[in-house]
């Protein structure tokens, strides 16, 4: 009797497991997606002097918007495991309040499970849909990290900017300084008048008040700086004196295309659409049943005859194999879950096709400037600031000896402080642009 039951049910469970195998099924296991090399398990430590490059993997080490985001993809990997596996078995059991008389003895209790498969294919299209949408979590990953690695830069070449325009303009105090003190001398001598030395006095305080103005400006930068890297403790930011300028030798049509094939926005809503497009599938089948697989066991008491003899077969427990089935009944339902889907997609494609839009919009827009940026930097370098510096110096030799008034200087040392710190601005933007440019490309270029 008991040999018979253990093959009554190795028998079953060869039938679920066959079953299984033949509907393809991957349910043990999801897919696996390298993470990225951005997130580091240790603590990563700015050296004494950081450079912009330890600015920028501090931030993404540290960042809590990218930990967030990195955490978000790790629950969308691991919910293709879910979406891929069979829903859990139902198991029951009864007891008998009445025993049910049978010719080998009273039925007293009886235990049953059972595994609902679903139909054909069903939960390998949810497991493809679930991986489509980690696939588009993890671009939501990549862009949050674009995101931190053009605020870095653009606050990061800002301050440099407003250090910059501080050392320019204490340089120009200076002058002013030492311009006061060859009036004065020539003031002492009745060599001057006095509505020079007063010009030179109001320039020495409106550059002093510029000054106080530039150097207010350091503690916001300071604090996005810090709220970026996620760190209070950092004290200062660690500037070069000055930033090479490098041409940026990437054809146009090249960045369009790293643009259009590596956006983390538009690639996002490339995979959305394919999970889209597999929704519609998955919807139709929703038209066909699911089954169940699954066997009872009923516990038996002994019986005996009518003169107290135990009957043949007496306690013999009955196994029963049962297979279940779902009727898809409710037709409307089905239908609106089709419509749904497809309109889903419908949705999805206007939204790539308008994303695809608008970053073209912006490729174009950061071209312009990074070329217009291009062309004031050499105009100020090769052009205006050598200009202005040699009209400076004579302007200098003129006053001292008298072929100039004063107003002649200041306005030339003036425009030569325009034209410096336009330069430092056009650079700065020069620089912001490549960077705005590798952030729609979605890499360096």
Known sequence: MKRNNNSIISNTVAIAVGTVLLLGLDFLAADQLNPPNFIEDTVYVLPAEPSLADYERYALANNSAVRSAFAKWQAAVERIAVARGLPNPQLSYGYFLESVETKVGPQEWRASIMQML??????????????????????VL????????????????????LSRAVTITQQNIDLVMNWEYVILTKY???????????????????????????????????????????DNTVE???????????????PKDEVFKAASTGNPGLERHRFDLIGRKLGVKRAKLNWFPDFGVGFSYVGTGEGYSAEGDPVTDSGKDPLMVSVS??????????????????????????????????????VEKAWYDLED???KVLLYRESLIPKSLESLGASEKAYVSDHVDFLTLVDAQRRHLQF??????????????????????????
């Open 118 to 139: 679903p139909w054909f294919g069903k939960l390998k299209l949810s497991g493809d849909i679930q991986t489509q949408r980690a696939e588009s979590q993890y671009q």
């Open 142 to 161: 990549q862009a949050e990290v674009n995101d931190v690695l053009w605020n870095v830069r653009q606050v990061y070449y800002d301050a440099y900017y």
């Open 188 to 230: 002492t001598t009745a060599a001057a008048d006095h509505p020079d030395l007063i010009k030179t006095q109001i320039e020495l305080i409106k550059a002093r008040d510029d000054l106080d103005a530039l150097e207010a400006k350091w503690n916001p930068f300071l604090t996005e700086f810090r709220a970026i890297l996620n």
């Open 236 to 250: 200062e930011i660690h500037l070069p004196e000055s930033l090479e300028f490098l041409e940026f030798t990437v």
């Open 325 to 362: 089935l779902s009727v898809p009944l409710w037709w409307g339902k089905n239908r609106a879950a089709v419509a749904t889907a497809r309109n889903e997609r419908a949705s999805a494609e206007y939204k790539l096709s308008d994303t695809e839009n608008k970053l073209n919009t912006e």
């Open 373 to 375: 940026a291009r062309r």
């Open 420 to 445: 410096t710190l336009a330069y430092e601005n056009a650079l700065v933007h020069y620089k912001k642009s490549i960077a705005r440019l590798e952030k729609l490309a979605g890499r360096e270029l």
